[in-house]
């Protein structure tokens, strides 16, 4: 399984752009990236996935770099709501199960006012 | 439109005794259906994957069971429970089709003593 490696932790102040970075330096041609985010004592909560080209939603957006090696999940306009852990994660297909997620440690968000 | 729950929201239990925590989903047919398990402070464990009525997978060795006796339900079960079981269970499910996002349940947070 490709590996995902994000900071611990970021704060980030209301109302301002958080830009999450996460290096997944061995991800295979056809693995995905995914983001989620859990805030405290809920399950995760899907924010936006993608393959090599940028993508964009009505939550975020997702840098990809062409070499694939990183990406970055953009919160445009950070709220005090949007504490929370986000995780990468590369997802390693199974044809028979779907989609297999490995979650990591995250980066535990801090949206200050 | 899909729901998933899960239940009971919190347990504690004694070491040695037995264990079922349920998860049920509607508004959807054929769903895959995952257990996870997240330790205090740490990221999401994959438990067991099921594809279909009586269909489980297990991710890692451990002291749990999984059964799907039915197409929606999602059982995890234990027939003695350890200490080093407690944490925040999730139950997850995902259209049957690849490289589609999980929807993560409200999850049952199990102490054991």
């Known amino acids: 399984d490709a590996k995902t490696t994000q900071p611990t932790s970021m704060d980030c102040a209301e109302g301002r752009a958080a830009n999450l970075p996460c290096n997944h330096s061995?991800?295979?041609?056809?693995?995905?990236v995914y983001w989620y985010r859990q805030i405290h004592s809920q399950g995760p909560q899907y924010i936006i996935h993608?393959?090599?080209n940028n993508e964009t939603n009505e939550m975020a957006s997702l840098i990809i770099t062409e070499d694939r090696k990183s990406s970055t999940l953009i919160l445009p306009h950070a709220t005090l709501r949007d504490t929370a852990v986000y995780y990468c994660?590369?997802?390693?297909?199974?044809?028979?199960?779907?989609?297999?997620?490995?979650f990591g440690g995250g980066t535990r968000l801090m949206v200050k006012p | 439109s899909q729901t998933i729950h899960q239940w009971p929201a919190t347990l504690v239990q004694p070491v040695g005794s037995p264990l079922s925590l349920e998860c049920t989903v509607e508004?959807?047919?054929?769903?895959?259906l995952y257990w996870y398990r997240q330790a205090a402070g740490r990221g999401l464990q994959l438990l067991f994957y099921?594809?279909?009525?009586?269909?489980i997978s297990s991710e890692v060795p451990q002291n749990l069971s999984a059964s799907r006796p039915q197409d929606r339900q999602f059982i995890l079960s234990s027939k003695k429970l350890l200490l080093s079981d407690s944490g925040f269970y999730l139950c997850?499910?995902?259209?049957?089709?690849?490289?589609?996002?999980?929807?993560f349940g409200p999850g049952t947070r199990l102490t054991v003593l």
């Open positions: 997850a499910w995902a259209r049957g089709s690849s490289y589609n996002e999980q929807f």
């Open positions: 061995t991800i295979s041609g056809n693995e995905y």
């Open positions: 993608g393959l090599k």
């Open positions: 994660i590369v997802m390693r297909m199974n044809n028979n199960a779907g989609n297999m997620l490995t």
């Open positions: 508004g959807t047919s054929n769903p895959n």
């Open positions: 099921s594809v279909g009525i009586g269909q």
